[in-house]
């Protein structure tokens, strides 16, 4: 079993930066990947960005490429979310997700139904 914790969010004015936190906790060594995501009211849940076990590969979705950043540190088993030049609609709950698939990615790196362990979410409010 493997149980995340995010940590992090809030209220931002657009244009301001934001850090999310993810502390990971159990089997984490069994991971192949961990990953964001992000559900606005009303609307379906999306990946944010993804980041192959050990620190590998990232993926990031088209709308926050070039402004978020995925990175994790395996000694604090911590997975981080830098999010800078936020916009309106980045306003959502973030979820922090873990998966013990190695095909992960098989079908896209940023499939929700992919990840088998999900934190609460922390929201994020970016306002105008």
């Known amino acids: 079993q493997v149980q995340l914790v995010e940590s992090g969010g809030g209220s931002v004015q657009a244009g301001g930066s934001l850090r999310l936190s993810c502390a990971a906790f159990?089997?984490?060594?069994?991971?192949?990947?961990m990953g964001w995501f992000r559900q606005a009211p009303g609307k379906e849940r999306e990946g944010v960005a993804a980041?192959?076990?050990?620190?590998?590969?990232?993926y990031y979705a088209d709308s926050v490429k070039g402004r978020f950043t995925i990175s994790q540190d395996n000694a604090e088993n911590t997975l981080y979310l830098q999010m800078n030049r936020l916009k309106t609609e980045d306003t959502a709950m973030y979820y922090c997700?873990?998966?013990?698939?190695?095909?992960?990615?098989?079908?896209?790196?940023?499939?929700?139904?992919?990840?088998?362990?999900w934190g609460q979410g922390t929201q994020v409010t970016v306002s105008s």
């Open positions: 159990g089997y984490t060594y069994s991971l192949y990947a």
């Open positions: 980041i192959a076990a050990g620190g590998g590969s990232t």
């Open positions: 997700a873990a998966t013990l698939r190695p095909d992960w990615a098989r079908y896209g790196p940023l499939r929700g139904e992919r990840f088998n362990y």
